[in-house]
C-alpha cells in the first residue's frame, strides 16, 4: 500500500540558461529528470510519491516560452509558461478561439489557473485534461525543442497513452501553435464533473464547426472526447455523417449516437462505464446543437 508523503520529497531545482542546454540536462538524466511549468501536476504526483524526480528542470522564460501572439495570417501561438489565466483573458482568444478560453475556464479554479499551463495539460496527456480537446479540434501544433534542434508535432499522434506522449529524452515544448480559424466558428466544451468546479470530468465533450462550401452539407464539424479513453478521442464516424447529411436535428442526434458507440469505455472511480456512455450520447447532442444555432444564425 503507499504511505501518504508528509510533503515533497527532495529535488534539484534546475534553470538552465538556454533551451540546448535544457535539453541535453534532461536527456543526460532522462528517467530522473522533468521540466517543470506551473508544476500544479508534478508537486501533486511528487508529494504522492507517484513521480520521483531528483531534478525538476525549469524552462520558464527560455526561448519563446513566454510568448502569447496572434496573427490573422500565422494564427495563436501559446508559449510553454503562459498560464491559463494569461489565455483566458486574451482579447485575441476571446475573439477568435472562444472554445479554448471556454475549455481552460473549465479547469479547477482562478487560483489554480494562476499556475496551470495549456501546455502542461498537453504534456501530462491525462485523458481527462479539459483542454486537449480544444487545441485538437483547433489543429495545434506543438513545437519541440530536441537534442537535434527544433521540430513540430501534430497533437493528433501525440498521445500514446495515460501520461505517454511522443516526447523523447531531451525534448522540451516551447509553444503550442493554433492555425488561424475560419470566418465563422462556433464551439462548445461541455463538462460533466462529480462537482462544479474544481474536479476532473467523468466526461468532457469539444465540438467545433464551420462552414465549408466543398462539403455536401456545407459545415465541417470536429468532435473529440475526453475521459473515455487511455488518449482523448476524436470521432471521425460522427464528424463524416454531420458532412454528408444535411444538418437538421435528426443528423445531430445520429451523430450523437455515433460519438456514443465510438469507445468501449470501463467502470472507474468516478462512474460507471454505461453512465459514461450515455453522458457522451447526451453532451455531444447538446453541444451540437449548441455549435448549429450558433452556426445557423452567422449563416
Ligand atoms: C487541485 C487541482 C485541480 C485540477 N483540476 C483540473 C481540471 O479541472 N482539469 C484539468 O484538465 N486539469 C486539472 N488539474 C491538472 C493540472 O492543473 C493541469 O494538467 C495543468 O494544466 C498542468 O499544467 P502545469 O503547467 O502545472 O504542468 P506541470 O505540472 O508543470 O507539468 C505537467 C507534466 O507535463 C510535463 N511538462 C510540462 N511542461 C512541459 C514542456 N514544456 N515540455 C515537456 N514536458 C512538459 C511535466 O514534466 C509534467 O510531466 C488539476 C490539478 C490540481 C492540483
Known amino acids: 500500500m503507499q504511505m501518504a508523503h508528509p ?13 540546448m542546454e535544457a535539453s541535453q540536462f534532461l536527456a543526460e ?29 525549469d524552462i520558464k522564460g527560455l526561448g519563446e516560452t513566454n510568448t502569447l501572439q496572434y496573427s490573422p495570417a500565422e494564427g495563436l501561438v501559446i508559449g510553454a509558461a503562459v498560464t491559463m489565466n494569461r489565455v483566458i483573458t486574451s482579447p485575441d482568444v476571446q475573439n477568435c478561439y472562444p472554445l479554448l478560453a ?14 496551470a499551463t495549456i501546455v502542461g495539460n498537453i504534456c501530462n496527456a491525462s485523458p481527462a485534461g479539459d483542454t486537449t480537446g480544444a487545441c485538437i479540434v483547433l489543429g495545434g501544433v506543438l513545437r ?32 503550442i501553435q493554433i492555425p488561424p480559424s475560419p470566418d465563422f466558428t462556433a464551439g462548445k466544451y461541455m463538462k460533466l464533473g462529480r462537482n462544479a468546479i474544481g474536479d476532473l470530468s467523468i466526461v468532457g465533450v469539444t465540438v467545433y464547426g464551420y ?24 470521432v471521425p ?13 435528426a443528423t445531430l442526434e445520429e451523430a450523437a449516437q455515433a460519438a456514443r ?11 460507471g462505464a454505461r453512465y459514461r456512455k450515455q453522458m457522451v450520447r447526451n453532451l455531444t447532442h447538446t453541444a451540437l446543437q449548441a455549435v448549429w444555432q ?4 452567422k449563416g
Not at 462552414?211 to 476524436?234: E, N, Q, Y
Not at 458507440?261 to 462512474?271: E, L, N, S
Not at 450558433?294 to 444564425?297: A, E, G, I, R, V
Open 144 to 175: 519541440v525543442h530536441g537534442l537535434d534542434g527544433f521540430r513540430t508535432e501534430p497533437l493528433d499522434t501525440f498521445f500514446k497513452g495515460p501520461g505517454k506522449t511522443g516526447l523523447r529524452p531531451g525534448d522540451i515544448v516551447t509553444a
Open 102 to 115: 471556454e475549455a481552460a475556464h473549465s479547469v479547477a479554479s482562478y487560483q489554480l489557473r494562476n499556475r
Open 7 to 19: 510533503g515533497l520529497p527532495e529535488f534539484d531545482y534546475i534553470r538552465p540558461g538556454s533551451l
Open 261 to 271: 458507440v465510438a469507445f468501449t469505455p470501463i467502470d472507474d472511480v468516478r462512474c
Open 211 to 234: 462552414p465549408d462550401t466543398t462539403v455536401p452539407s456545407g459545415f465541417r464539424f470536429k468532435i473529440a472526447l475526453a475521459s473515455v479513453a487511455p488518449v482523448p478521442l476524436v
Open 29 to 57: 538524466h532522462a528517467g530522473e529528470a522533468r521540466v517543470v511549468l506551473g508544476g500544479t501536476d508534478t508537486f501533486v504526483r511528487m508529494r504522492d510519491g507517484a513521480w520521483k524526480a531528483k531534478y525538476l528542470v
Open 237 to 249: 464516424q460522427a464528424e463524416a455523417i454531420l458532412v454528408e447529411k444535411p444538418v437538421t436535428e
Open 294 to 297: 450558433q452556426l445557423s444564425k
